[in-house]
């Protein structure tokens, strides 16, 4: 049984950072490599970021592009984001999610498991 749990969402001001965790467990962690995507309200779920299995090749949406920061500590199966000068359209809920293949894609429907997601709102 997968479990992705989630963690570090809250509420912020404009400017502000938070860290956001993801524990996984019930799988071997470092066979998958992980994402995050964040869905506002009235839109569709959205890319974000994501990471390899090894922890190489971060790459990032346009929107979060030098803001945000994906890591992932395989020792401790969590994978974690970092997300720095946020703005209010950065509001959302967001979701890890695993994938079995070595390096994680943008495309939400080739991930195989997900966070229960975790709020983060940011005010002006």
């Known amino acids: 049984q997968v479990q992705l749990v989630e963690s570090g969402g809250g509420l912020v001001q404009a400017g502000g950072s938070l860290r956001l965790s993801c524990a996984a467990s019930g799988l071997t962690f470092s066979r998958y490599a992980m994402g995050w995507f964040r869905q506002a309200p009235g839109k569709e779920r959205a890319f974000v970021a994501a990471i390899s299995r090894g922890g190489y090749n971060p790459y990032y949406a346009d929107s979060v592009k030098g803001r945000f920061s994906i890591s992932r500590d395989n020792a401790k199966n969590t994978v974690y984001l970092q997300m720095n000068s946020l703005k209010p359209e950065d509001t959302a809920v967001y979701y890890c999610?695993?994938?079995?293949?070595?390096?994680?894609?943008?495309?939400?429907?080739?991930?195989?498991?997900w966070g229960q997601g975790t709020q983060v709102t940011v005010s002006s």
């Open positions: 999610a695993a994938e079995q293949a070595w390096e994680g894609g943008d495309d939400a429907n080739r991930y195989d498991y």
